[in-house]
Protein backbone atom coordinates (compact mmCIF):
# COMPACT_ATOMS: atom_id res chain seq x y z
CA UNK A 1 0.00 0.00 0.00
CA UNK A 2 3.06 2.32 0.95
CA UNK A 3 4.58 1.62 -2.40
CA UNK A 4 1.84 2.22 -4.10
CA UNK A 5 1.21 5.43 -2.82
CA UNK A 6 4.41 6.52 -3.76
CA UNK A 7 4.18 5.13 -6.98
CA UNK A 8 0.74 7.70 -7.61
CA UNK A 9 3.30 10.25 -6.33
CA UNK A 10 6.04 9.24 -8.70
CA UNK A 11 3.69 9.15 -11.60
CA UNK A 12 2.30 13.04 -10.76
CA UNK A 13 6.13 13.70 -10.58
CA UNK A 14 6.72 12.30 -14.26
CA UNK A 15 3.43 13.52 -15.90
CA UNK A 16 4.06 17.10 -14.17
CA UNK A 17 7.68 17.19 -15.38
CA UNK A 18 6.23 15.76 -19.31
CA UNK A 19 3.62 18.61 -19.30
CA UNK A 20 6.00 21.42 -18.32
CA UNK A 21 8.35 20.09 -21.25
CA UNK A 22 6.19 20.00 -24.00
CA UNK A 23 4.44 23.14 -22.87
CA UNK A 24 8.17 24.72 -22.87
CA UNK A 25 8.89 23.14 -26.33
CA UNK A 26 5.96 24.92 -27.52
CA UNK A 27 7.08 27.98 -26.20
CA UNK A 28 10.01 27.40 -27.66
CA UNK A 29 9.00 27.00 -30.87
CA UNK A 30 6.29 29.71 -31.00
CA UNK A 31 10.06 31.62 -30.62
CA UNK A 32 12.28 29.48 -33.30
CA UNK A 33 11.22 30.81 -36.33
CA UNK A 34 11.89 34.69 -35.82
CA UNK A 35 15.40 33.19 -34.15
CA UNK A 36 15.96 31.57 -37.34
CA UNK A 37 16.26 28.39 -35.90
CA UNK A 38 14.07 26.81 -38.54
CA UNK A 39 15.31 25.89 -41.83
CA UNK A 40 14.29 23.34 -44.72
CA UNK A 41 15.92 20.72 -46.01
CA UNK A 42 15.15 19.41 -49.49
CA UNK A 43 14.82 15.37 -50.49
CA UNK A 44 15.30 14.92 -54.02
CA UNK A 45 12.73 12.07 -55.76
CA UNK A 46 13.14 9.86 -58.68
CA UNK A 47 11.88 8.48 -62.10
CA UNK A 48 12.70 4.84 -61.17
CA UNK A 49 12.49 4.04 -65.33
CA UNK A 50 14.77 6.44 -66.24
CA UNK A 51 16.54 7.27 -62.90
CA UNK A 52 15.97 11.57 -63.22
CA UNK A 53 15.17 13.45 -61.29
CA UNK A 54 11.74 15.00 -60.64
CA UNK A 55 11.21 17.09 -58.52
CA UNK A 56 11.71 17.87 -54.00
CA UNK A 57 10.02 17.44 -50.98
CA UNK A 58 10.82 20.54 -47.93
CA UNK A 59 11.07 19.27 -44.92
CA UNK A 60 11.38 20.80 -41.99
CA UNK A 61 14.08 21.05 -39.71
CA UNK A 62 14.32 22.77 -35.88
CA UNK A 63 17.80 23.54 -34.41
CA UNK A 64 16.79 24.30 -30.72
CA UNK A 65 19.58 26.25 -29.03
CA UNK A 66 19.51 23.48 -26.03
CA UNK A 67 18.66 20.64 -26.96
CA UNK A 68 19.97 20.15 -30.38
CA UNK A 69 18.00 18.64 -33.32
CA UNK A 70 14.09 18.29 -33.07
CA UNK A 71 12.49 16.09 -35.46
CA UNK A 72 9.18 17.39 -37.10
CA UNK A 73 7.82 14.52 -36.18
CA UNK A 74 7.77 15.83 -32.83
CA UNK A 75 7.49 19.47 -33.39
CA UNK A 76 4.92 19.58 -35.92
CA UNK A 77 2.11 17.41 -34.35
CA UNK A 78 2.85 20.24 -31.40
CA UNK A 79 1.90 22.92 -33.25
CA UNK A 80 -1.29 21.49 -34.69
CA UNK A 81 -2.51 20.98 -31.74
CA UNK A 82 -2.13 24.66 -30.71
CA UNK A 83 -2.66 26.30 -34.47
CA UNK A 84 0.99 27.02 -34.66
CA UNK A 85 0.78 25.31 -37.74
CA UNK A 86 -0.69 27.98 -39.72
CA UNK A 87 1.86 30.46 -38.99
CA UNK A 88 4.74 27.72 -39.63
CA UNK A 89 3.15 26.43 -42.53
CA UNK A 90 2.79 29.97 -44.40
CA UNK A 91 6.43 30.39 -43.80
CA UNK A 92 7.32 26.86 -45.24
CA UNK A 93 5.43 27.88 -48.27
CA UNK A 94 6.56 31.05 -48.71
CA UNK A 95 10.42 30.15 -48.10
CA UNK A 96 10.59 26.41 -50.37
CA UNK A 97 9.22 28.76 -52.98
CA UNK A 98 11.53 31.48 -52.86
CA UNK A 99 14.67 28.72 -52.64
CA UNK A 100 13.24 26.49 -55.84
CA UNK A 101 12.57 30.05 -57.69
CA UNK A 102 16.37 30.88 -57.19
CA UNK A 103 17.70 27.47 -57.94
CA UNK A 104 15.91 27.22 -61.26
CA UNK A 105 16.60 31.16 -62.12
CA UNK A 106 14.03 30.67 -65.34
CA UNK A 107 15.92 27.39 -66.44
CA UNK A 108 15.78 24.21 -64.31
CA UNK A 109 12.16 23.47 -63.82
CA UNK A 110 12.68 22.33 -60.57
CA UNK A 111 9.29 20.28 -59.25
CA UNK A 112 8.60 21.01 -55.63
CA UNK A 113 6.71 19.15 -53.18
CA UNK A 114 5.30 20.89 -49.86
CA UNK A 115 3.94 18.92 -46.76
CA UNK A 116 0.60 20.76 -45.75
CA UNK A 117 -1.35 19.96 -42.19
CA UNK A 118 -4.92 19.40 -42.68
CA UNK A 119 -5.05 22.25 -40.45
CA UNK A 120 -4.03 24.50 -43.04
CA UNK A 121 -5.98 23.06 -45.88
CA UNK A 122 -9.33 23.57 -43.62
CA UNK A 123 -8.95 26.99 -43.86
CA UNK A 124 -11.34 29.38 -45.72
CA UNK A 125 -8.21 31.56 -46.74
CA UNK A 126 -5.26 28.75 -47.66
CA UNK A 127 -6.06 28.95 -51.56
CA UNK A 128 -5.22 32.97 -51.22
CA UNK A 129 -1.86 32.39 -48.55
CA UNK A 130 -0.72 29.88 -51.56
CA UNK A 131 -1.28 31.95 -54.03
CA UNK A 132 -0.08 34.81 -52.55
CA UNK A 133 3.15 32.72 -51.97
CA UNK A 134 3.33 31.85 -55.26
CA UNK A 135 3.69 35.67 -56.85
CA UNK A 136 5.64 36.55 -54.08
CA UNK A 137 8.41 33.63 -55.38
CA UNK A 138 7.29 34.08 -59.22
CA UNK A 139 7.25 30.56 -58.83
CA UNK A 140 4.69 28.75 -61.26
CA UNK A 141 1.78 26.80 -59.78
CA UNK A 142 2.28 23.91 -62.60
CA UNK A 143 6.10 23.20 -60.31
CA UNK A 144 4.06 22.87 -57.15
CA UNK A 145 2.68 19.87 -55.51
CA UNK A 146 1.10 20.03 -52.29
CA UNK A 147 1.55 16.91 -50.06
CA UNK A 148 -1.72 15.97 -47.89
CA UNK A 149 -1.57 13.36 -44.66
CA UNK A 150 -4.61 12.27 -42.24
CA UNK A 151 -2.24 13.71 -39.00
CA UNK A 152 -5.26 14.69 -36.95
CA UNK A 153 -8.74 14.27 -37.54
CA UNK A 154 -10.32 16.26 -40.53
CA UNK A 155 -12.65 19.08 -39.85
CA UNK A 156 -13.97 21.16 -42.34
CA UNK A 157 -13.74 18.48 -45.25
CA UNK A 158 -16.29 20.88 -47.37
CA UNK A 159 -13.72 23.38 -47.39
CA UNK A 160 -10.68 21.02 -47.86
CA UNK A 161 -12.68 20.01 -50.72
CA UNK A 162 -12.87 23.34 -52.24
CA UNK A 163 -9.86 24.36 -51.66
CA UNK A 164 -8.16 21.33 -53.06
CA UNK A 165 -10.67 22.06 -56.14
CA UNK A 166 -9.74 25.77 -56.66
CA UNK A 167 -5.84 24.91 -56.31
CA UNK A 168 -5.83 22.01 -58.92
CA UNK A 169 -7.94 24.67 -61.41
CA UNK A 170 -4.51 26.84 -60.71
CA UNK A 171 -2.85 23.91 -61.60
CA UNK A 172 -1.10 22.84 -58.46
CA UNK A 173 -1.01 18.94 -58.06
CA UNK A 174 -1.77 17.26 -55.11
CA UNK A 175 -0.35 14.21 -53.60
CA UNK A 176 -2.01 11.86 -50.30
CA UNK A 177 1.02 11.26 -48.25
CA UNK A 178 2.07 8.06 -46.04
CA UNK A 179 -0.50 6.29 -48.03
CA UNK A 180 -2.09 3.16 -46.47
CA UNK A 181 -1.43 4.03 -43.04
CA UNK A 182 -4.15 6.40 -41.97
CA UNK A 183 -7.74 5.75 -41.54
CA UNK A 184 -8.86 7.55 -44.40
CA UNK A 185 -6.57 6.76 -47.60
CA UNK A 186 -9.23 5.32 -49.63
CA UNK A 187 -12.12 8.32 -48.43
CA UNK A 188 -9.61 10.57 -49.70
CA UNK A 189 -9.44 9.10 -53.18
CA UNK A 190 -13.14 9.25 -53.22
CA UNK A 191 -13.80 12.53 -52.20
CA UNK A 192 -10.77 14.58 -53.82
CA UNK A 193 -9.52 14.86 -56.64
CA UNK A 194 -6.00 13.51 -56.09
CA UNK A 195 -2.58 13.11 -58.32
CA UNK A 196 0.04 11.72 -56.74
CA UNK A 197 0.18 8.86 -54.42
CA UNK A 198 2.86 8.40 -51.71
CA UNK A 199 3.35 4.77 -51.05
CA UNK A 200 4.27 5.34 -46.79
CA UNK A 201 7.56 3.76 -46.12
CA UNK A 202 6.44 1.08 -43.70
CA UNK A 203 5.22 -1.16 -46.98
CA UNK A 204 8.54 -0.57 -49.32
CA UNK A 205 10.53 -1.75 -45.43
CA UNK A 206 8.29 -4.85 -45.43
CA UNK A 207 8.64 -5.84 -48.94
CA UNK A 208 12.23 -6.77 -48.43
CA UNK A 209 12.54 -7.49 -44.84
CA UNK A 210 8.66 -8.42 -43.67
CA UNK A 211 7.84 -8.42 -40.12
CA UNK A 212 4.70 -10.65 -41.29
CA UNK A 213 4.01 -13.10 -43.88
CA UNK A 214 6.00 -11.49 -46.67
CA UNK A 215 3.20 -11.90 -48.89
CA UNK A 216 1.31 -9.53 -47.33
CA UNK A 217 3.76 -7.24 -48.24
CA UNK A 218 3.93 -8.15 -52.04
CA UNK A 219 0.07 -8.42 -52.02
CA UNK A 220 -0.43 -4.70 -50.29
CA UNK A 221 1.99 -3.29 -52.57
CA UNK A 222 0.58 -4.68 -55.63
CA UNK A 223 -3.10 -3.93 -55.32
CA UNK A 224 -1.78 -0.29 -54.82
CA UNK A 225 0.03 -0.18 -57.77
CA UNK A 226 -2.98 -1.31 -59.81
CA UNK A 227 -5.28 0.83 -57.93
CA UNK A 228 -2.92 3.58 -58.86
CA UNK A 229 -2.81 2.19 -62.20
CA UNK A 230 -6.64 2.15 -62.49
CA UNK A 231 -7.27 6.19 -61.04
CA UNK A 232 -4.36 7.28 -63.72
CA UNK A 233 -2.42 8.93 -60.54
CA UNK A 234 1.36 9.12 -60.05
CA UNK A 235 2.81 6.60 -57.65
CA UNK A 236 5.73 7.43 -55.43
CA UNK A 237 7.53 4.81 -53.16
CA UNK A 238 8.67 6.85 -49.60
CA UNK A 239 11.72 5.29 -47.90
CA UNK A 240 13.64 3.28 -50.26
CA UNK A 241 16.67 2.26 -48.50
CA UNK A 242 18.85 -0.34 -51.00
CA UNK A 243 19.02 -1.25 -53.95
CA UNK A 244 17.01 -4.19 -53.47
CA UNK A 245 14.14 -2.51 -52.71
CA UNK A 246 14.61 0.40 -55.39
CA UNK A 247 14.44 -2.70 -57.87
CA UNK A 248 11.60 -4.16 -55.93
CA UNK A 249 9.61 -1.31 -56.10
CA UNK A 250 10.89 -0.23 -59.82
CA UNK A 251 9.68 -3.83 -61.02
CA UNK A 252 6.39 -3.91 -59.16
CA UNK A 253 5.50 -0.74 -61.37
CA UNK A 254 5.99 2.77 -59.03
CA UNK A 255 6.57 5.61 -61.26
CA UNK A 256 8.94 7.54 -58.50
CA UNK A 257 10.95 6.71 -56.05
CA UNK A 258 12.30 8.75 -52.46
CA UNK A 259 14.42 6.99 -50.13
CA UNK A 260 17.73 7.27 -48.46
CA UNK A 261 19.27 4.80 -51.51
CA UNK A 262 19.05 7.95 -53.42
CA UNK A 263 19.90 10.63 -51.19
CA UNK A 264 19.23 12.26 -47.64
CA UNK A 265 16.89 15.42 -47.34
CA UNK A 266 20.11 17.95 -48.15
CA UNK A 267 20.76 21.04 -47.28
CA UNK A 268 19.77 23.90 -49.61
CA UNK A 269 23.33 24.49 -50.99
CA UNK A 270 23.80 20.61 -51.40
CA UNK A 271 20.91 20.43 -53.34
CA UNK A 272 22.02 23.15 -55.47
CA UNK A 273 25.38 21.08 -56.13
CA UNK A 274 23.06 18.24 -57.62
CA UNK A 275 21.50 20.52 -60.20
CA UNK A 276 25.20 21.27 -62.15
CA UNK A 277 25.88 24.31 -63.97
CA UNK A 278 24.28 22.97 -67.59
CA UNK A 279 20.84 24.08 -67.93
CA UNK A 280 18.85 21.25 -69.04
CA UNK A 281 21.12 18.35 -67.97
CA UNK A 282 19.59 15.86 -66.86
CA UNK A 283 20.19 14.61 -63.24
CA UNK A 284 20.12 11.05 -62.28
CA UNK A 285 20.78 9.34 -59.15
CA UNK A 286 23.51 7.95 -60.40
CA UNK A 287 24.90 11.37 -60.69
CA UNK A 288 23.47 12.71 -57.78
CA UNK A 289 25.73 9.52 -55.46
CA UNK A 290 28.21 10.66 -57.01
CA UNK A 291 28.09 14.30 -56.46
CA UNK A 292 27.35 13.49 -52.56
CA UNK A 293 29.57 11.14 -51.95
P1 LIG B 1 6.86 12.79 -44.61
O1 LIG B 1 6.22 13.93 -45.29
O2 LIG B 1 6.33 11.44 -44.87
O3 LIG B 1 8.40 12.89 -45.01
C1 LIG B 1 9.23 11.80 -45.25
C2 LIG B 1 10.04 11.48 -44.03
O4 LIG B 1 10.79 10.29 -44.26
C3 LIG B 1 11.09 12.55 -43.69
O5 LIG B 1 11.22 12.57 -42.28
C4 LIG B 1 12.34 11.99 -44.34
O6 LIG B 1 13.54 12.48 -43.77
C5 LIG B 1 12.15 10.52 -44.06
N1 LIG B 1 12.89 9.66 -44.99
C6 LIG B 1 13.21 9.91 -46.27
N2 LIG B 1 13.83 8.85 -46.83
C7 LIG B 1 13.92 7.92 -45.87
C8 LIG B 1 14.48 6.58 -45.85
O7 LIG B 1 15.01 6.07 -46.81
N3 LIG B 1 14.37 5.92 -44.67
C9 LIG B 1 13.78 6.45 -43.56
N4 LIG B 1 13.74 5.72 -42.45
N5 LIG B 1 13.25 7.70 -43.56
C10 LIG B 1 13.31 8.42 -44.71
P2 LIG B 1 11.28 13.94 -41.47
O8 LIG B 1 12.03 14.96 -42.28
O9 LIG B 1 11.76 13.61 -40.10
O10 LIG B 1 9.78 14.41 -41.42
C11 LIG B 1 8.82 13.69 -40.69
C12 LIG B 1 7.42 14.18 -41.00
O11 LIG B 1 7.21 15.50 -40.49
C13 LIG B 1 7.12 14.29 -42.48
O12 LIG B 1 6.84 13.01 -43.01
C14 LIG B 1 5.93 15.22 -42.47
O13 LIG B 1 4.75 14.51 -42.16
C15 LIG B 1 6.27 16.15 -41.30
N6 LIG B 1 6.81 17.40 -41.86
C16 LIG B 1 8.07 17.71 -42.22
N7 LIG B 1 8.16 18.97 -42.70
C17 LIG B 1 6.90 19.48 -42.64
C18 LIG B 1 6.31 20.74 -43.02
O14 LIG B 1 6.95 21.65 -43.57
N8 LIG B 1 4.96 20.88 -42.79
C19 LIG B 1 4.19 19.87 -42.25
N9 LIG B 1 2.89 20.09 -42.04
N10 LIG B 1 4.72 18.68 -41.91
C20 LIG B 1 6.05 18.49 -42.11
MG1 LIG C 1 5.65 14.32 -47.14
MG1 LIG D 1 5.43 10.43 -46.18
MG1 LIG E 1 5.36 10.68 -42.52
Known sequence: KHAGKNGVKRYHASVDAALEEHKRLERDLRGALGRGELHLCYQPMF???SGQLLKAEALLRWRHP????????????????NGFILTLGEWVLQAAMAQARAWQGGQW?????????????????????????????????????????????????EIVRRNLQELRNEGITVAIDDFGTGYSSL?????????????????????????????????????????????????????????EQFELVRSLGCDVGQGY?????????????????????PVTFERVREVLS
Open 109 to 157: PVRLSINVSPLQFAQPNFKETVLAALRDAQFAPQLLELELTESIVMRNP
Open 261 to 281: FFARPLSASEFARLLGREPRQ
Open 66 to 81: TRGWISPAEFVPLAEA
Open 187 to 243: SYLRDFDINTIKIDRSFVRDLSTPRHAPQYALALVEAIVKLAGSLDVELVAEGIESR
Open 47 to 49: HLG
